[in-house]
């Protein structure tokens, strides 16, 4: 009886202290950190061009909730390629693995850029870097 009154005590203690970790968390959040999570990268295919190259559509949003600026916004693309013109304004490819958004300008918060791009295959894109700014 006194074991298991000892681990239901234990477990309390665990569940009250993961309790005050994620408040912990939530209290940070609230004082306007925004971190690379807050950028959201959607690359999925959407169609196919006439000739029968897939169409894969990208949009990179700033979803942080503060009046954050992220900008300098750096992706690990390989050697993303596109059978299609993309605006360079948007994105562009500077050197292998490393693409530039929005030509390094700030994503205010809830804003996209996004593009379209004709390959064989999806090119997968990550945050490597940025600059935030709160």
């Known amino acids: ?15 009250f202290s993961q309790d005050v970790a ?4 939530r ?7 925004c971190t690379y999570e807050d950028i959201t990268i959607s690359n ?14 990208v949009v990179i949003l700033n979803e942080c909730d503060f009046p954050c600026n992220i900008s300098n916004i750096r992706l690990r693309c390989g050697w993303f390629t ?6 360079p304004n948007g994105f562009r490819r500077l050197q292998y693995d490393d693409c530039l958004v929005n030509n390094g300008r700030p994503l205010l918060p809830g804003i996209a850029v996004s593009f379209h791009y004709t390959a064989q295959f ?10 935030i700014s709160c």
Do not use: C, F, W
Not at 44 to 57: A, D, Q
Not at 82 to 87: E, P, R, V
């Open 1 to 15: 009886m006194a074991a298991t009154l000892y681990v239901l005590g234990l477990l309390l203690l665990i569940a």
């Open 22 to 25: 994620r408040a912990e968390g």
């Open 27 to 33: 209290a940070l959040l609230q004082n306007g950190a």
């Open 44 to 57: 999925g295919v959407t169609g196919k061009h006439p000739s029968g190259i897939p169409i894969y559509s």
């Open 82 to 87: 596109s059978a299609t013109l993309i605006n």
């Open 122 to 131: 999806l090119n997968p894109l990550s945050v490597s870097s940025a600059d």
